[in-house]
T-cell receptor
Framework: DAKTTQPNSMESNEEEPVHLPCNHS???????IHWYRQLPSQGPEYVIHGLTSNVNNRMASLAIAEDRKSSTLILHRATLRDAAVYYC????????????????FGQGTRLTINP | DAGVIQSPRHEVTEMGQEVTLRCKPISGHNSLFWYRQTMMRGLELLIY????????DSGMPEDRFSAKMPNASFSTLKIQPSEPRDSAVYFC???????????FGPGTRLTVL
């Protein structure tokens, strides 16, 4: 599985934007970049995913570098409820090989939001 | 929809006992995943099913662990006999499509004394 590298922890203030980086220098041309987050005492939840173009949804934005070797998850205005561990995961294209649908979680980035 | 349902939410048992964890996926979802989370090893995929058929069980630690999915609305993860090192939070997740977004349950916190 292609690996991702994320900072162990980050800290930000409430109502400020947060940029969570992820390096994936060995990404293949068909790997999708997925982000999940895990709030305290809960299971992970999907945040966003993308392939090449930047993506936006109601939770966050995903900015993907032109060479796809890195990406950034952007929380535009962090709240206390955004405090969680954020996981950046590479996932193969469905049908590419049998294990493509697997999510392989790393250690993620623990995001702390200060009031 | 109620989301993925797991039971029990907490389980405390003694070493050597059999433990059965249960999962009800979201109705209509075709893929089901079992994960284990510990402080030391993080979140690990144990096994996953597509259309009730086990596809990849390479993450199952050893023969003491077994998983079944007798129908589209129910799956079990069994540990027999249990050991203290099995203590962890076990998550079940389901997805509509094989490569789609996974929805996780609240987890079962297992403690083996």
């Amino acid at each position: 599985d292609a690996k991702t590298t994320q900072p162990n922890s980050m800290e930000s203030n409430e109502e400020e934007p947060v940029h969570l980086p992820c390096n994936h220098s060995t990404i293949s041309g068909t790997d999708y970049i997925h982000w999940y987050r895990q709030l305290p005492s809960q299971g992970p939840e999907y945040v966003i995913h993308g392939l090449t173009s930047n993506v936006n949804n109601r939770m966050a934005s995903l900015a993907i570098a032109e060479d796809r070797k890195s990406s950034t998850l952007i929380l535009h205005r962090a709240t206390l409820r955004d405090a969680a561990v954020y996981y950046c995961i590479l996932r193969g294209r469905l049908g590419e090989f049998q294990g493509a649908q697997k999510l392989v979680f790393g250690q993620g980035t623990r995001l702390t939001i200060n009031p | 929809d109620a989301g993925v349902i797991q039971s029990p939410r907490h389980e405390v048992t003694e070493m050597g006992q059999e433990v059965t964890l249960r999962c009800k996926p979201i109705s209509g979802h075709n893929s089901l995943f079992w994960y284990r989370q510990t402080m030391m090893r993080g979140l690990e995929l144990l096994i996953y099913f597509n259309n009730n058929v086990p596809i990849d069980d390479s993450g199952m630690p050893e023969d003491r662990f077994s998983a079944k999915m007798p129908n589209a609305s129910f799956s079990t993860l069994k540990i027999q006999p249990s050991e203290p090192r099995d203590s962890a939070v076990y998550f079940c997740a389901s997805s509509l499509l094989a490569g789609g977004e996974q929805f996780f349950g609240p987890g079962t916190r297992l403690t083996v004394l």
